[in-house]
């Protein structure tokens, strides 16, 4: 068997079956997009605020949408046993979860640009530095995939997935510099926040949307990459360590 075939089957079934659900799309955009619409109103912003408020909802956005899709595909497959017998092709096992989790790294890129769309006809966004923006786009969306499947692979229930994502995700929210700048956090939890990666995705998103970065891109993008590689291994030794050994 070629791989890229399993590969792109395998991609597809859980496009299908998982990820283009009404109860997917609603949690992992419609909250977050709803979320950060409440919070535009409070502060009582105008329209020239958008830029410095659009990497917090663009990281929202992709943060549930990812977590959210690997909670369900795993962790039901490994319940009902399925994901037994995708262990049974032949094909290695570093490209068989790279396939489970790419539906959810597209459909996590994907949901960054909706608000981007709407920000569009309500902002200047002629500033934006697309060519940064763009990867760094899809770091954050790899990350928080693999950061989804590393819970996913922790657990045994979808309940437990869910409830364990919410502690990543919310504390996320206001440690990583998504709408409170990290220089604005107490002494003794920033750092906490650096040791975060969406802190870096965001810093990142930040100086190319309104040019406020703490943090050089190239440190930014390394440590992003760092943790992509770092949860991936760790989410194959969980599976190594509970699932086939």
Request: proline fraction near 6%; hydrophobic fraction near 55%.
């Amino acid at each position: 068997m070629k791989w890229w075939i399993a590969f792109w089957n395998i991609v597809l079934k859980d496009m299908r079956a998982y990820y283009l659900k009404p109860p997917n799309i609603s949690w992992g955009l419609m909250f977050p997009v709803a979320w950060t619409g409440m919070f535009f109103i409070r502060s009582g912003l105008g329209f020239e605020s958008i830029p410095s408020l659009l990497p917090g909802v663009v990281s929202i956005s992709v943060l549930f949408g990812t977590t959210s899709m690997l909670a369900v595909t795993v962790t039901f497959e490994k319940k009902n046993r399925s994901f037994e017998r995708l262990l049974l092709a032949p094909i290695p096992l570093e490209l068989l979860m790279l396939a489970k989790t790419g539906g959810a790294i597209f459909f996590g890129f994907l949901n960054a640009f909706v608000p981007i769309f709407v920000a569009l006809f309500l902002a200047d966004l002629s500033t934006i530095d697309w060519l940064t923006l763009l990867p760094a786009v899809m770091l954050i969306a790899v990350v928080s995939t693999f950061l989804g499947l590393w819970i996913a692979v922790s657990v045994s229930e979808v309940f437990e997935a869910q409830t364990f994502s919410n502690f990543f995700r919310f504390p996320m929210i206001f440690l990583c510099g998504l709408f409170f700048p990290v220089e604005s956090l107490p002494v003794f939890l920033r750092p906490l926040s650096y040791v975060l990666p969406l802190t870096y995705g965001v810093d990142i998103l930040h100086g190319t949307t309104h040019g406020n970065h703490t943090m050089p891109f190239a440190l930014d993008f390394a440590v992003l990459t760092g943790a992509c590689l770092l949860l991936f291994f760790m989410s194959l030794r969980n599976i190594h360590r509970s699932w086939i050994a």
